[in-house]
């Protein structure tokens, strides 16, 4: 994946291609000092900001008419303390920058999501995440914040500092300030041993809490029009290492992954007719594997097939039913669907508004691949996800409103009346957070 970039005309684009936003101007920081004074003089000129990280959101949460931050030159480790088991990193550092050095420096995170090629603040504030029996999101793992809020002035939060603001700001919508930089909790980089294996649905669904429970990172996709799954399970090793192969990651990774599933859905976007046909055939390309690594290297893949996609988390006790509703409602509708459906896990964390806030959650994807309209097919997998008062993923597609967010996040209230004391004028209001978070 590519990061953002803007256009012609100056406008700015994300990566899936569903969102569009025409800045009155950019600026991209070398320093907190010079992010503080950026925002003093839009809020001088009546000018909105947002920050924006290398545009993996498929909402419009950082699109802004106003001033637009661009934090590429806000990067690099300031410190790390080994023996706290702490990073502090600038908070436009990409993702596979930080996985990349802390694991020469002997370190890693506990927990990641699926890509790397986004920023840690824009990664952290929408509430990225992988799946984990134990271990929560990115987010869940962050010890401190230092953010610039809207009258230019830093502050810094943590368990015992400013609290009330760690509690929300550590997935904070942009909504709160702009993040610069980011304290994580590390530890000693282990190994982990990854176990892909295809499964069918309806065992994956019967033996679902089994394989959660004896799995300290469970995952799987299910193939639309097929009763197939590709599962994973991560677990950590005493070793010896045993990476997956040059030839075999090329073959499995970038050429079936990647460029043959990019194949299958150009034919499928050409001939829906096909795509039942192309799934059953896709779902059983991939064979078992086990492979011991680096756990960036485990957690991580590339991702090259550009897509839209929309993430509910519902509760992790209603996931299985929730999957079955899924299943039905595709077979009889007359969808022709033609990209997996991703499931993971995640604890319950203490973060005023993570999708995983006070309960053990489940989440679910669907997608569609970049230029086929998924309108029908998202709208249909919303209106189940939200009968399990699911909590959609803040940097996904869906159509969900603050009345509806108030009443599945207990703690809503305590978010906005945060937001009202640090940002009362609204200087990161968009229309987004207008519509999830209320005027």
């Not at 809207?150 to 929300?168: H, Q, R, W």
């Not at 489940?362 to 209106?383: D, L, N, S």
Request: with cysteine; hydrophobic share 40%; proline share 5%.
């Amino acid at each position: 994946m590519s990061s953002t970039a803007s256009g012609k005309n100056g406008t700015w684009r994300n990566w899936g291609g569903n969102v569009a936003a025409r800045p009155a101007r950019e600026v991209a920081p070398a320093s907190v000092e010079e992010l503080a004074g950026a925002i003093r003089r839009a809020a001088e000129d009546g000018l909105k900001v947002k920050a924006v990280g290398s545009g993996h959101s498929f909402t419009s949460i950082a699109a802004t008419d106003g001033v637009l931050i661009r934090p590429q030159l806000l990067t690099g480790i300031r410190h790390i303390d080994r023996e706290a088991g702490t990073v502090t990193v600038e908070a436009g550092t990409p993702l596979k920058r930080l996985n990349m050095a802390l694991a020469r420096e002997g370190l890693s995170l506990a927990n990641m999501g699926d890509i790397m090629e986004q920023t840690v603040s824009g990664a952290t504030s929408t509430g990225t995440h992988g799946t984990g029996r134990d271990s929560g999101s990115i987010a869940a793992q962050i010890k401190g914040l230092e953010l610039v809020t809207a009258d230019g002035s830093v502050l810094t939060c943590s368990e015992k500092e400013n609290p009330e603001v760690f509690a929300a700001a550590r997935i904070g919508l942009g909504a709160l300030g702009v993040v610069t930089a980011i304290t994580f909790a590390v530890e000693p980089i282990f190994l982990l041993t990854a176990r892909e294996e295809p499964m069918p649905f309806a065992r994956v669904l019967a033996e679902f809490d089994e394989l959660w429970t004896e799995n300290e990172h469970f995952e799987f996709y299910w193939f639309p029009h097929t009763g197939s799954t590709n599962t994973k399970r991560n677990n950590r090793s005493a070793g010896p290492e045993k990476p997956v192969g040059q030839l075999a990651g090329w073959f499995e990774d970038e050429l079936l992954s990647n460029g043959v599933f990019q194949v299958a859905q150009w034919v499928g976007r050409a001939a829906p007719a096909t795509i039942p046909t192309i799934a059953r055939v896709s779902s059983k390309a991939l064979s078992a594997r086990t492979y011991t690594d680096i756990p960036y290297k485990v957690f991580t893949s590339p991702r090259r097939v550009r897509f839209v996609e929309m993430e509910y988390a519902v509760p992790r006790e209603a996931v299985v039913e929730t999957l079955r509703e899924l299943k039905a409602m595709v077979e009889r509708s007359g969808l022709r669907v033609s990209f997996p459906v991703e499931v993971r896990t995640a604890p319950a964390d203490d973060i005023t508004l993570s999708t995983a806030s006070g309960r053990d959650s489940a989440y679910i994807a669907v997608h569609m691949v970049k230029g086929t309209p998924f309108q029908r097919y998202f709208t249909a997998a919303e209106r189940i996800f939200t009968a399990h008062e699911g909590r959609p993923h803040w940097g996904k597609v869906h159509t969900r409103d603050a009345e509806y967010l108030a009443g599945v996040y207990p703690r809503f209230e305590e978010f906005t009346a945060l937001r009202d004391r640090l940002d009362p004028d609204r200087l990161f209001q968009n229309d987004y957070l207008r519509r999830v978070l209320g005027a």
